[in-house]
Nanobody, 122 residues
């Protein structure tokens, strides 16, 4: 099976930084796009950042541009999100997402991590 496991969440003060990491494991043939989503209480899950397989293209939510950076290590099947200048409105559960083709399938599909809580105090 394929799994995504996040780490790095926590509680920080406004203006601080956090780095989230996500590792894909299991019987993986290839990984295409990888990204981060977040869901705040009472709100829909939203895209935060996404990065292509080569890493040459990224896309960010307007609310995080200039503060967050997404990057990946294809050799380790990991993706990370560096979050700087954090604001209380960044408080949410952050989910890793990846488009993965398993070894046992000819089709890629999106997988989700279990989520990691990020809380920013004012």
């Amino acid at each position: 099976q394929v799994r995504l496991v996040e780490s790095g969440g926590g509680l920080v003060q406004a203006g601080g930084s956090l780095r989230l990491s996500c590792a894909a494991s299991g019987r993986i043939f290839s990984i295409n796009d990888m990204g981060w989503y977040r869901q705040a209480p009472g709100k829909q899950r939203e895209l935060v950042a996404v990065i292509t397989r080569s890493g040459s293209s990224t896309n960010y939510a307007e609310s995080v541009k200039g503060r967050f950076t997404i990057f990946r290590d294809n050799a380790k099947n990991t993706v990370a999100l560096q979050m700087n200048s954090l604001k209380p409105e960044d408080t949410a559960v952050y989910y890793c997402n990846a488009d993965i083709r398993p070894l046992y399938s000819n089709v890629a599909q999106y997988y989700w991590g279990q989520g990691t809580q990020v809380t920013i105090s004012s």
